[in-house]
């Protein structure tokens, strides 16, 4: 039981570190790619493909679990990882990007943010006893505090009270935090596009001690050289020996220059929304799988990729699955655009185990400042 993070390796060039991150559920060796169960699923894919793909730990995503089914039957059915059949780690955010995003629908006070129902327009209030409440039901081995995330662009004044409040409101979470023995609460570094709010915040963030930070409000649809600045600027703050978890991003360049900067975790629907839209990722490039240039490539997807679908099927298959829109053709590609992500993030851990990160992921790290 318990929480625990120890570092194996470290950059000698960067920031970049190797870890385990140990949950009541099992370990996390970082840095890892976490693939997202909006609705306790993984779209597309069952448990045990999950697994095969590397990934260890994955995401659900409290608002969604409270609106349908509502976290009384998650409880009931003995929490998310018996309810879902995911016998390894579990993270939930707190419901609150998911809530700022509903703008026409939602209305901030101090207490918390209260919005009707997209499903039935009936009125929900959240706050961070009630965000924290829904994610003690729901029983996630990480949990997350409840944040105000200000939209991209914001006037600096907005981001500064949204930080502010951020703080508040994380006190508030601790306090109604009732299984911090079993879930790690997580506190979300905020502060925009400003380099100089994102320090202060980590700084004030650290003293509470928490098991964990998340650095959270990016890819809001900012330019990705801000995300790397705000990364650089707030990852060497956060305590060297806790787990930092960079939150919604999964690209490759933006991973491997937040590893960089001393990132361990990572998260997005990128990869399973891409391959329900008939596309890959295939060695850092995006593949249209609907193109006429794979109707009769009979080659795999990517001969180097260990996963079921790279196995078994070429590229002519994909394209014919995806074209006659077949279910099976975006199982097959969620499940290699999982795999593709996670072995990206454990090639860069077992790069930093052997000292050889900043030369072997040089071409995505060239022309930036590490
Ligand atoms: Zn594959």
Not at 135 to 140: F, V
Not at 237 to 261: N, Q, S, W
Not at 268 to 295: D, F, M, S
């Amino acid at each position: 039981m318990g929480f625990s993070f120890q570092l194996k390796a470290t950059c000698p060039t960067t920031q970049a570190r190797a870890g385990v991150f140990h949950t009541p559920h099992g370990v996390v060796e970082t840095p890892r790619f976490m693939p997202v169960g909006t609705a306790a699923t993984i779209k597309g894919l069952m448990p045990v493909q999950v697994a095969e793909t590397g990934a260890q730990m994955i995401l659900a995503n409290t608002y969604h679990l409270h609106i349908q089914p509502g976290e009384k039957v998650v409880e009931a059915a003995g929490g998310l990882h018996q309810f879902m059949a995911w016998r390894s780690p579990i993270l939930t955010d707190s419901g609150g990007f998911q809530v700022f995003s509903l703008s026409e629908l939602r209305k901030i006070s101090e207490q918390g943010v209260t919005f009707r129902s997209p499903r039935d327009g009936r009125l929900i209030e959240l706050t961070p006893e009630r965000s924290i409440a829904i994610q003690n039901a729901l029983g996630a081995d990480v949990i997350m505090a409840f944040d105000e995330c200000p939209p991209y662009p914001a006037e600096r004044g907005e981001v500064i009270a949204a930080t502010e409040r951020t703080t508040r409101w994380l006190e508030r979470c601790i306090q109604a935090h009732q299984r911090p023995q079993d879930q790690a609460l997580f506190g979300i570094v905020q502060g925009g596009v400003f380099p100089d709010l994102r320090i202060e915040a980590a700084k004030t963030l650290i003293q509470f001690d928490l098991p964990g930070y998340a650095i959270g409000g990016v890819s809001v649809g900012e330019p990705p050289e801000l995300i790397h600045e705000i990364v650089r600027a707030t990852a060497p703050i956060l305590p060297p020996d806790k787990p930092r978890y960079l939150m919604g991003v999964g690209t490759y360049r933006e991973m491997a220059i937040a590893v960089a900067a001393g990132v361990d975790l990572f998260d997005c629907v990128i990869p399973t929304r891409l391959g329900r839209h008939g596309t890959a990722y295939v060695k850092g490039e995006r593949w249209n799988l609907k193109n006429a240039q794979y109707r009769e490539d009979f080659r795999p997807l990517d001969e180097t990729c260990p996963c079921y679908c790279c196995q078994n099927f070429s590229r002519a298959y994909l394209n014919h699955l995806i074209k006659a829109r077949e279910m099976l053709g975006f199982i097959l590609l969620s499940l290699h655009n999982v795999t593709e992500l996670v072995r990206f993030t454990q090639r860069m851990r077992e790069s930093l185990l052997q000292g050889t990160f900043s030369t072997d992921f040089a071409q995505w790290l060239e022309a930036e400042k590490i």
